[in-house]
């Protein structure tokens, strides 16, 4: 029991890392209608922006706990805008050209990009892996029994906390702000969006950013959490979001934290309780088949034909 505990605490951390990836696939997703292939790239760049500053800062695990907090938050901030600037080039650059143009062709773009952002981050910051020293330490001891431990660190709190703050606050923006309400105008119509005075291309830019911002609060969790990163963690990491934002339903944010939660856990008791070579089978077999009987995911909604 204990030990399935203590995986289940790992699975939870795991998954809100891929949500929080997921909800940018599902956000442009429900806009334009097309995966951003790069995003989980972005969320690279991210990572590897939070490490630089933090190595420059000089943060340590020995550095007071106020100070500490002040420089985490001045990480984040700094990681979120400068990723911020990445998810809008894509935008520019792989999206917005071909936005007219038939649905392969920013779809090539954005794989193009992902392989852009992979070699430049090899090339400027070395194909070795970029170790960190834990930073944030500290656990608790829920229970114990025949000598084993479940523990609970202080980073694995922060990640499921951050985690449903931002889903919460970005399930507001969409339902309560007027930037929600053009971005569902322009999910149902763009063209009659557009029509009624919505800034089309603002909105999807903006959803590119928002979408970005998270991959920069998930880069840094990543990085903080695991303390090593290399330039080929976005396209695992963004394989696994993005299946997860397609199990929990493409378009809905809600679906997409539950698809990461759900890869998370998967991933996390296979690599327990079996081999840990084919946990990847087992999420993808998962995958397939609950689209077989759920096409539209678990939390999806049935795409309507506008006739």
Same mark, same amino acid.
Request: net charge neutral; aromatic share 10%; hydrophobic share 60%.
């Given at each position: ?56 800062? #000089?943060?340590?695990?020995?550095? !007071? ?31 917005? !050209? ?10 090539? $773009? ?18 070795? %892996? ?31 906390? $951050? /985690? ?12 309560? /702000? ?30 590119? %950013? ?32 993005? $299946?997860?934002?397609?199990?929990? #339903? ?17 991933? $996390? ?32 909604? !049935? ?5």
């Amino acid at each position: 029991m204990e030990y399935f505990v203590q995986q289940l605490i790992n699975g939870l951390t795991l998954g809100s890392i891929y949500g929080l990836i997921a909800i940018g696939y599902t956000m442009v997703y429900g806009i334009i209608g097309m995966i951003n292939f790069a995003h989980g790239d972005i969320f690279m760049v991210g990572s590897f922006i939070a490490l630089i500053v933090i190595i420059a800062i #000089g943060i340590t695990a020995a550095t !007071p706990f106020f100070l500490l907090v002040l420089a985490l938050i001045l990480v984040l901030v700094v990681a979120m805008a400068m990723t911020s600037v990445w998810g809008w080039t894509v935008e520019r650059l792989a999206y917005r !050209p071909l936005r007219g143009s038939f649905r392969l062709a920013p779809l090539i $773009t954005a794989i193009g990009m992902s392989i852009v952002l992979q070699n430049f981050v090899q090339i400027s910051q070395g194909a070795r %892996v970029k170790p960190l020293q834990p930073i944030i330490t500290g656990n608790y001891v829920i229970m114990e029994a025949n000598g084993f431990a479940v523990n609970l660190s202080n980073i694995q709190i922060i990640i499921v906390v $951050t /985690t449903l703050i931002l889903m919460g606050v970005f399930s507001l923006i969409i339902a309560r /702000t007027s930037l929600g309400r053009a971005q569902r105008a322009c999910e149902q119509d763009r063209t009659m969006a557009a029509l009624v005075g919505v800034d089309v291309d603002r909105t999807i830019s903006l959803t590119f %950013v928002m979408g970005a911002a998270l991959a920069a609060v998930a880069g840094l969790m990543f990085v903080l959490y695991y303390g090593v990163i290399d330039f080929y963690i976005g396209f695992v990491a963004g394989v696994k979001a993005f $299946t997860a934002a397609v199990l929990g #339903g493409i378009g809905s944010l809600p679906g997409a934290m539950l698809g990461g939660l759900i890869i998370g856990l998967i991933e $996390t008791f296979w690599s327990a309780y079996f081999t840990v070579e084919y946990k990847d089978v087992a999420a993808f077999s998962l995958l397939a088949i609950v689209l077989i009987f759920l096409p539209e995911g678990l939390l999806g909604k !049935p795409e309507v034909e506008k006739v």
